[in-house]
Nanobody, 124 residues
Framework: QVQLVESGGGSVQAGGSLRLSCAAS????????MGWFRQAPGKEREGVAS???????LYADSVKGRFTISKDNAENTMYLQMDNLKPEDTAMYSC??????????????????WGQGTQVTVSS
């Protein structure tokens, strides 16, 4: 069973930055397809970014150019660097993973393992 634990959320002003971490256990991140998702109150879950086993990446249009997804195999951790944050980025952010080798996707149904989430709040 893959276990995922997020950290790094918090409150920032618009234009600020945060870096989220997703530490994996029981499986190497080098063998996982992983992604970040977010859900704001009253809204559906939205895919933010995904990273494949080989490090290829995919971003939602809403975060392209502002967010960067990466993995550190030595730390067995996935990251989401978020820059130039906007109030509309406010949400609960969760990381997800699958042991299947996926074509990059922001479809949450393709991921079987999830972390508990970390809150990001951006004020104007």
């Amino acid at each position: 069973q893959v276990q995922l634990v997020e950290s790094g959320g918090g409150s920032v002003q618009a234009g600020g930055s945060l870096r989220l971490s997703c530490a994996a256990s029981a499986y190497s991140v080098s063998r996982l397809s992983m992604g970040w998702f977010r859900q704001a109150p009253g809204k559906e879950r939205e895919g933010v970014a995904s990273i494949g086993r080989g490090g290829n990446v995919l971003y939602a249009d809403s975060v392209k150019g502002r967010f960067t997804i990466s993995k550190d195999n030595a730390e067995n951790t996935m990251y989401l660097q978020m820059d130039n944050l906007k109030p509309e980025d406010t949400a609960m952010y969760s990381c997800a993973a699958t042991t299947w080798s996926l074509t990059l996707t922001l479809n949450s149904a393709r991921y079987g393992y999830w972390g508990q989430g970390t809150q990001v709040t951006v004020s104007s």
